[in-house]
């Protein structure tokens, strides 16, 4: 192999190693709640309208959710920002998916990220497929 074609794979595996830390990290929160995650129902308590602002003096406007539910002996009040068409439940009462004794670590049940575990995967797979490609070429004997 010549300087080029070297350069061009290290560059290849350092693109596709930032990208497996970042799927990592991110993934890490999903994989959290499919492991300890608990679904109960929670009381509805607030539905309200916030103005938000970033760079630039831009602003938006989210609709904040507030809900209230037991973790244990504990009593927990969190919030969770929902799309602006995102009705109030009839019955006061949402389901929502948390982990034990972690304060603000609860969502909407149902509330599913799957792109970077996804990422995650097709990374693994991807340094699966180039391991047993090497493997099998012979560039890892022991000369």
Avoid: C
């Avoid at 061009?8 to 497996?20: D, E, P, S």
């Avoid at 149902?110 to 180039?130: C, K, M, R, T």
């Amino acid at each position: 192999m010549d300087l080029d074609q070297e350069t061009a794979r290290l560059k290849t595996w350092g693109v596709v190693g930032i990208l497996f830390l970042i799927s990592l990290v991110f993934s890490w929160s999903e994989i959290r709640y499919m492991i300890w995650g608990k679904t109960v129902d929670a009381m509805f308590m607030s539905s309200q309208v916030e103005v938000r602002r970033g760079k630039y003096n831009r602003q938006w406007e989210v609709r904040v959710l507030g809900y209230a539910f037991m973790d244990g002996e504990k009593n927990r009040r969190e919030y969770e920002d929902v799309p602006m068409d995102w009705e109030t439940p009839e019955s006061k009462l949402v389901k929502v998916q948390y982990i034990p004794g972690r304060e603000f670590s609860s969502r909407l049940s149902g509330e599913h990220h799957w792109f970077w575990i996804s990422v995650f995967f097709l990374i693994l797979a991807y340094v699966g497929f180039e391991i047993a490609r090497v493997w099998r070429n012979g560039l890892l004997d022991d000369d």
